[in-house]
């Protein structure tokens, strides 16, 4: 069964620049606003019985975050259910392998993600890959796989996996 993760910050919600105090006041993450297509897109897979979707979202510690998102994620996508938050700066294929309890991921483990750390993190682990380009990042060469800003592209290349 294929597991589909999405990113929280930049993926399925904006991302806005912002100091660590901004990052850290109240509602700074609960009042971010929606990605809708990629947003839509992950609501109406998680409705499907052949496929586990996941919000896998790093968090900062010593303020709201993790209650924030938490919040987001109730208002925004009450479909999601399988919510997995990790300490910011966690490797999340480790992470995510430590849940799963497995040895390692497949390409049936399929990271949606803004951000080329985690998605070679993800790769180096033996899962599939997708940088979300969300018109801030993907400028520079850092992650040499799969990318896309468009939810049809993303629809074929979550297909394209065995």
């Given amino acids: 069964m294929k597991r589909i993760f999405f990113d ?3 993926t399925l919600a904006e991302w806005k620049e912002a100091g660590m105090r901004e990052l850290k006041s109240r509602g700074y993450f609960l009042n971010l606003d ?7 897109f992950a ?21 709201t975050a ?3 998102k938490n919040m987001w994620c109730d208002m925004k996508a009450p479909e999601i259910k399988n919510r997995n938050f990790v300490l910011n700066g966690t ?12 040895k390692s991921l497949t390409d049936e483990d399929i990271l949606v993600d803004d951000y080329s750390k985690n998605l070679n993190e993800w790769k180096k682990y033996g899962g599939k890959a997708i940088k979300w380009l969300n018109g801030k990042n993907g400028r520079g060469l850092k992650f040499e796989g799969p990318r896309t800003g468009n939810v049809d592209e993303l629809a074929r290349l979550i297909s394209s996996v065995a």
Avoid at 34 to 40: R, Y
Avoid at 55 to 61: D, H, N, P
């Fill in 8 to 10: 929280l910050d930049g």
């Fill in 34 to 40: 929606p990605q809708t297509e990629i947003l839509d």
């Fill in 43 to 63: 609501r109406k897979l998680a409705k499907k019985d052949n496929i586990e979707v996941y919000i896998l979202s790093a968090f900062l510690t010593d303020c």
């Fill in 66 to 68: 993790l209650e924030d």
């Fill in 91 to 102: 490797n999340k294929a480790l992470s995510v392998m430590k849940i799963l309890q497995k």
